[in-house]
């Protein structure tokens, strides 16, 4: 059983608030490994998970570097020979089209995209081990786009819907749009993510599918957006997601909305660089992939209905959490598989007894 400590540290090291966006570090040792956390909000929101297998690695930053945001370097983990594996993702662009023809088929139509490097970010708030933050710009009105990073100690179930399955490798980050003025009355969003896979970038999302709906009602998928060396092997890290969002915050079944992906796509690694912050203070020459999910089926209410969606979706390094059956599940299935077999085995026995009673009496000698 895994259990790691986390300590949060807001801007490590930094003498002032730096201006443009905070560093958050999330350390979390285990016992011969640690496990670095970094969510930035200079420039594109960018979540940096780096794996080390030792239990005493740090994060070292040089604020001049990392805030010039013109070289690599600003940001280390020593000793580097201790790094396993490295993954960031970057929430680079949200976009918008008209659906006038309600066919949700993303092709034309758009608006300008929202560039979320360009975004007002406020300062991280931190509770327990998550972090909120949230970006305005005047467009949207009153509205805002938010993301939540939740961290974890150990293995566990999120509470709210999608209510994914988690590890302590592991990250959470529900993004979300609330109250943003819609620029048509069909307007539907697309999400831009690009991903850093270490030495091998994230080209492909595999699909998964099971039974079992339990803890997401109606959706029997999951996605995962995957380097090529893959498996269980420890050098690897994913992008986790079930293919649905929310038009509440407090969602029914009847508020889920179904999302679909794109192929992921190679991405210019110098513009990516420049956007983020961390990116161009953590790695030199990424090889950088890009996909967009899209939120809503045709026939399904657009946003200006609730002026609200959710998505959630888990980053992590090793192997991806599977979903394995629920108890309650289990029984369902021993009592739907166990019932035939209970009636047959019943049912020979009371034959054979029926059998052998009948043929009982001619084996008993009357006693005269
Ligand atoms: C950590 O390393 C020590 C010594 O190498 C070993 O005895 C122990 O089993 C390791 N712990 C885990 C959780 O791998
Ligand atoms: C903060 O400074 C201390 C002492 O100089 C150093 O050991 C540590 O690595 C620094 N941390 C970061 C995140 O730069
Ligand atoms: C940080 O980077 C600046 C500019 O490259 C350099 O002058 C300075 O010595 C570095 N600081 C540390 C503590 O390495
Ligand atoms: C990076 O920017 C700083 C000032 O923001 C400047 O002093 C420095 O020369 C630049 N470095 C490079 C490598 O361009
Ligand atoms: C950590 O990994 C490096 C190579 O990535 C290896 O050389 C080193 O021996 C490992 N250290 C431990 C404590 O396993
Ligand atoms: C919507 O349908 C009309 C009529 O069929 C067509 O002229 C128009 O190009 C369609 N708009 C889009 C965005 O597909
Ligand atoms: C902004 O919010 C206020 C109160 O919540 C509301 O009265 C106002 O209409 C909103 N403005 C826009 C542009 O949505
Ligand atoms: C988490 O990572 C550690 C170190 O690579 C590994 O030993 C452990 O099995 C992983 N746990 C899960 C649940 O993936
Ligand atoms: C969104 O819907 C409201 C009524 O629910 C309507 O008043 C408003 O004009 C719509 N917004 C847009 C951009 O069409
Ligand atoms: C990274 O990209 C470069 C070219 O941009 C390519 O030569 C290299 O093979 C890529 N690395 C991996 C691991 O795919
Ligand atoms: C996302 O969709 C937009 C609009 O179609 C497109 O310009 C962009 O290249 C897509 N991004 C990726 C990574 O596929």
Same mark, same amino acid.
């Given at each position: ?21 905070? =560093?958050?570090?999330? !350390?979390?040792?285990g016992d ?5 956390? *970094?969510?930035?909000?200079?420039g594109?929101p960018?979540?940096?998970?780096v794996?080390t297998n ?10 001049t570097?990392? *805030? ?8 280390s983990?020593?000793?580097q020979s201790? @790094?396993?594996?490295? @993954? ?26 929202y ?7 406020n !300062? =991280?708030?931190?509770?327990d081990?998550? #972090?909120?933050?949230c970006g305005?710009?005047?467009?949207f009105?009153? %509205?805002?786009?938010?993301?939540t ?5 150990s293995d566990?179930?999120?509470e709210?819907?999608?209510?994914l ?8 980050l529900e ?5 943003i003025?819609?620029?048509? /009355? ?11 896979g %270490? ?9 998964r599918?099971?039974i ?24 690897s890290?994913?992008?986790?997601w ?7 915050s ?5 508020d889920?909305?179904?999302c679909?992906y ?14 983020? /912050?961390?990116i ?5 020459q990424?090889? @950088? ?8 089926? /045709? %026939? ?7 002026r ?5 979706m ?9 979903d394995?059956?629920?108890p @309650?599940?289990? #029984? ?12 047959? =085995?019943? %049912?020979?026995?009371l034959?054979?007894?029926?059998k052998?009673?009948h ?10």
């Amino acid at each position: 059983y895994r259990m790691l400590k986390l300590t949060l540290q807001l801007n490590p090291n930094s003498t002032s608030v730096p201006p443009g966006g905070d =560093l958050l570090h999330v !350390r979390a040792v285990g016992d011969n490994d640690t496990l670095h956390f *970094l969510w930035c909000s200079q420039g594109a929101p960018t979540l940096l998970i780096v794996h080390t297998n030792t239990s005493n690695s740090l994060v070292q930053v040089n604020w001049t570097q990392f *805030l010039s945001r013109n070289v690599s370097g600003g940001l280390s983990v020593e000793p580097q020979s201790s @790094i396993q594996y490295s @993954i960031a993702v970057v929430f680079s662009r949200l976009l918008e089209y008209d659906d006038a023809n309600d066919t949700a088929m993303p092709d034309s139509d758009f608006f300008p995209p929202y560039e979320l490097q360009n975004l007002n970010w406020n !300062r =991280l708030e931190l509770f327990d081990a998550k #972090a909120r933050l949230c970006g305005e710009t005047p467009e949207f009105g009153n %509205g805002s786009l938010c993301l939540t990073l939740s961290v974890f100690d150990s293995d566990g179930r999120a509470e709210s819907w999608p209510r994914l399955l988690h590890s302590a490798n592991s990250s959470q980050l529900e993004v979300w749009l609330h109250g943003i003025m819609p620029r048509s /009355a069909n307007s539907r969003f697309l999400l831009e993510m690009q991903a850093v896979g %270490g030495d091998f970038p994230l080209s492909r999302v595999d699909v998964r599918q099971f039974i079992d709906d339990e803890f997401t009602p109606s959706i029997f998928k999951v996605s995962q957006w995957v380097s090529p060396v893959k498996g269980g092997s420890d050098v690897s890290g994913y992008v986790q997601w079930k293919p649905v969002a929310y038009r509440q915050s407090n969602p029914a079944l009847e508020d889920a909305t179904p999302c679909r992906y794109s192929d992921p796509q190679t991405q210019d690694g110098n513009a990516t660089a420049a956007s983020s /912050a961390l990116i161009q203070a953590f790695f030199s020459q990424p090889n @950088i992939t890009g996909l967009n999910v899209s939120f809503g089926l /045709a %026939g399904e209410p657009f946003y200006n209905s609730t002026r609200f969606l959710s998505w959630t979706m888990l980053v992590g390094v090793g192997a991806p959490p599977v979903d394995t059956f629920s108890p @309650i599940v289990l #029984a369902i299935m021993a009592v739907g598989l166990g019932t035939p077999m209970i009636l047959l =085995l019943v %049912g020979g026995a009371l034959v054979c007894l029926h059998k052998r009673r009948h043929g009982s009496p001619a084996t008993y000698q009357p006693i005269n």
